[in-house]
C-alpha cells in the first residue's frame, strides 16, 4: 500500500488506526541502547514506522483539550509522553488510532508495506462474576472465531508464548475478574503482542503492576527495543522513563518540550509542564 519514500497521511477523515494489518518485510534493528537481558525467544524483527504529528488539534464544545501538537517519533524508539491529568495524553493516542476527531495531520511512514499496530489501554475493570477466563479474553481480543468456541489452533501458539512472556501462562483458566491489577495488566500486555506489532502504543502500561510485573514490562521493553518496534508510551513514573526512553514529548494541551530525557526531566521543565496553566516551552 504504501513505499519506503511514501507518507501515509491521515486526518481527521482518515484514521490511522484503522486495517493497518498487513506483515512488514524484515529488516535489521534500529542501532540503539543495548536493551536490557532478556529470557524470552526473541521476538520478529522489523523496523517500525516514523509518526509525524502536524499541528494537531482536538475542540471539544467550548475546551481545547489539544493546540496544535507537533512531534516526531523516530522508527524503532521508545517515545515517552509525559504530562499532568488531563494534560491530552490519551486524547492525543485517541486521535492518533482513529477514535476522535481532529484537526491537522497524522503521518505515518513505514520502512515497506504498512504493519500492524499494537494497543495497550489503561487498566480495565471486570466484574468478578463475569465468566470470561483469561484465554476467553485473549481469545476475543485476538481471533475472529467467537471466544465461547475457545482459542483456535491457529492462534493457540502465539497466544500462549505471549502469555508465557508476560508470566500468566499458569493463569489461563482463571477469571479475568479473580486476577489482581496487577495480573489482569499483564494479560493486556499479552493481547497487544498479537498479531506481532511494529507499531506499540502503550497508555499507561505500568499503573497497576507490582515489582514483579514492572520487571517484566521492563524486560519487553527491552524486548521491542532490540526488535526495532516503533514504542509511544504514555507514563506517570519520570524514573522510568528517564532510564527506559528514548526521547521525551511533555504534554499539557499543547507540546513544552522534546527532548532526550536528560535534556527533558530537569526541574525547570517539570514544573512549568505541571503547572495548571502552563506557561510556554522551555
Known amino acids: 500500500m504504501t513505499s519506503k519514500e511514501t507518507l501515509v497521511v491521515q486526518d481527521a477523515e482518515s484514521p490511522v488506526g484503522a486495517g493497518l494489518r498487513a506483515k512488514a518485510p524484515a529488516q535489521s534493528p534500529a542501532l540503539l541502547d543495548v536493551p536490557p537481558h532478556s529470557r524470552a525467544s526473541p521476538l520478529p524483527q522489523g523496523l517500525g514506522p516514523t509518526l509525524d504529528f502536524a499541528e494537531v488539534s ?3 464544545g467550548r475546551t481545547t483539550i489539544l493546540d496544535k501538537v507537533t512531534f516526531q517519533v523516530q522508527p524503532g524508539s521508545v517515545h515517552a509522553l509525559v ?3 488531563g494534560g491530552g495524553k490519551s486524547s492525543l493516542i ?3 488510532l482513529g477514535q476522535m476527531p481532529h484537526q491537522g495531520r497524522l503521518s505515518l511512514k513505514w520502512p515497506g508495506e504498512p504493519g500492524t499496530i499494537g494497543y495497550v489501554p489503561q487498566a480495565l475493570e471486570f466484574d468478578r462474576g463475569l465468566p470470561m477466563t483469561v484465554d476467553d479474553f485473549m481469545a476475543a481480543m485476538c481471533q475472529r472465531r467467537p471466544a ?3 482459542v483456535s489452533k491457529h492462534y493457540a501458539g502465539a497466544i500462549g508464548e505471549a502469555l508465557e512472556r508476560v508470566g500468566m501462562q499458569d493463569k489461563r483458566k482463571r477469571r479475568m475478574g479473580a486476577l489482581s491489577g496487577g495480573e489482569r495488566q499483564r494479560v493486556l500486555l499479552a ?4 498479531p506481532a506489532p511494529q507499531l506499540l502504543v502503550l497508555d499507561e502500561p505500568m499503573s497497576a503492576l507490582d515489582e514483579a510485573g514492572i520487571q517484566v514490562f521492563e524486560r519487553l521493553l527491552g524486548d521491542w527495543r532490540a526488535a526495532g518496534i516503533t514504542v509511544l508510551w504514555i507514563e506517570h513514573d519520570l524514573e522510568a522513563v528517564g532510564r527506559l526512553a528514548n526521547r521525551v514529548t511533555g504534554l499539557n494541551r499543547r507540546v513544552l518540550f522534546n527532548a532526550t530525557p536528560q535534556q527533558a526531566l ?6 512549568t509542564l505541571f503547572s495548571t496553566h502552563p506557561r510556554s516551552a522551555v
Open 83 to 85: 504530562g499532568p491529568n
Open 58 to 60: 482536538l475542540t471539544l
Open 266 to 271: 530537569t526541574p525547570e521543565r517539570l514544573l
Open 148 to 150: 465461547f468456541l475457545g
Open 191 to 194: 493481547q497487544g503482542l498479537i
Open 94 to 96: 485517541k486521535t492518533l
